[in-house]
């Protein structure tokens, strides 16, 4: 069997970093010829996993957080071979997309589940949207893409992690309430397989696939991997306290019977700047990464992705 594994060595987990020399070992120990390709910046996930798709691997495993994971899906729906079986071990700061399954702690339950796990088409979402220097661009995302506070807050959070300055799964909650209070209400138009269902001022417009963001915010509760729909969280804006007491709630998913709040479901997404938003564009959250602004379209790529898990 032929396995690449893409490790991404500044992912947030501190975890992580205790358990990977072992996990590495266990990894060597049980998969013969088993290569590994250590990130160095935005992008190499992405291109090593292409590469190892493309050149024929049985099995690509990412080793790192959302941004990586995201990345490396988006690598192997790009590369030639697309039907490319991928795992992944978590460990990054906010380790969302892994909360929609149970991993195990050691390092060899997780080589044995990893070997034994059946594999499963999931949904993917493929986003299009401008980059910061106003260009196409576009992305494969395998848990959430959203806009509104949540674009700000991930560049915040990047940028802390990349400056080593505040500690693991905090960073989200803090540079939220940070990203909270500068927020200025982004203003678009939301449209879902072609039907309008929102014009004006947002909090956080969330396209999911999976259900958590944001560090543990279970912001689409009934969202469903294999369903071939996203579920569209519309969080209107608010003044801020009201927001506040709002994200607290989202943790558990209480959020979903606010009024401000309506979910909805489809396969493909389109976020307008508003009428009235005076061209300022919301920034996007794109797995935990910040991509660029709207205007963007958000598809859901039914079944595209084989996950061994
Ligand atoms: N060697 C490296 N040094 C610094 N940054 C890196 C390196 N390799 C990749 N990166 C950056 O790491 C980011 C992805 O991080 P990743 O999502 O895996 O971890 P995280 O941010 O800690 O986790 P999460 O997204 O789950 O919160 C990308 O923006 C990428 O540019």
């Known amino acids: 069997m032929k396995i690449g594994i893409v490790v991404n ?9 205790r358990i990977w020399p072992a996990l590495r070992q266990s990894l060597v120990a049980q998969f013969a010829g088993i290569k590994f390709f250590e990130t160095e910046g935005t992008g190499d996930a992405a291109r090593y996993a292409r590469a190892l798709s493309d050149a024929g691997s049985d099995l690509v495993v990412a ?6 994971i995201g990345e490396a899906v988006d690598g192997i729906l790009t590369s030639d071979r697309p039907e490319t079986p991928f795992a992944f071990v978590p460990g990054g700061t906010g380790a969302d997309f892994a909360r929609n399954f149970s991993f ?5 339950a997780i080589v044995t589940a990893l070997v034994n796990a059946p594999v499963r088409a999931v949904d993917v979402g493929r ?4 980059d910061d220097d106003g260009r196409a661009f576009t992305r494969h995302f395998i848990n959430i893409a959203s806009l509104g506070l949540s674009g700000p807050t991930v560049r915040a959070v990047n940028k802390a992690r990349r400056d080593r300055r505040t500690p693991g799964s905090r960073q989200f909650l803090y540079h939220s309430v940070v990203e909270l209070l500068r927020y200025r209400a982004d203003k678009v138009r939301v449209l879902i397989d072609d039907e309008d269902v929102h014009e004006g001022p947002i909090t956080v417009v969330a396209v999911a696939n999976g ?3 944001g560090g543990g915010m279970k912001v689409a509760p009934a969202a469903d991997i294999a369903d071939g729909l996203f579920d569209v969280v519309v969080i209107r804006a608010a003044s801020k306290p009201t927001i506040l007491r709002l994200m607290n ?4 998913g209480a959020h979903v019977s ?3 709040v309506s979910i909805h479901r489809g396969r493909r997404v389109e976020v307008l700047p508003a009428d009235e938003s005076k061209g300022r564009l919301a920034l996007i959250d794109c797995d ?4 660029g602004t709207v205007p963007a379209t958000f598809e859901v790529l039914p079944g595209a992705l084989r996950l061994k898990i």
């Not at 080793?63 to 990586?68: A, R």
């Not at 709630?249 to 558990?252: G, V």
């Open 9 to 17: 060595p500044a992912s947030g987990g501190y975890g992580r970093h």
């Open 104 to 108: 195990p702690q050691s390092p060899e």
């Open 127 to 130: 986003l299009s949207c401008l």
């Open 249 to 252: 709630r989202i943790y558990s």
């Open 211 to 213: 259900r958590w963001f």
């Open 288 to 291: 935990g990464e910040g991509p």
């Open 63 to 68: 080793v790192g957080g959302d941004g990586t």
């Open 258 to 260: 606010h009024p401000l």
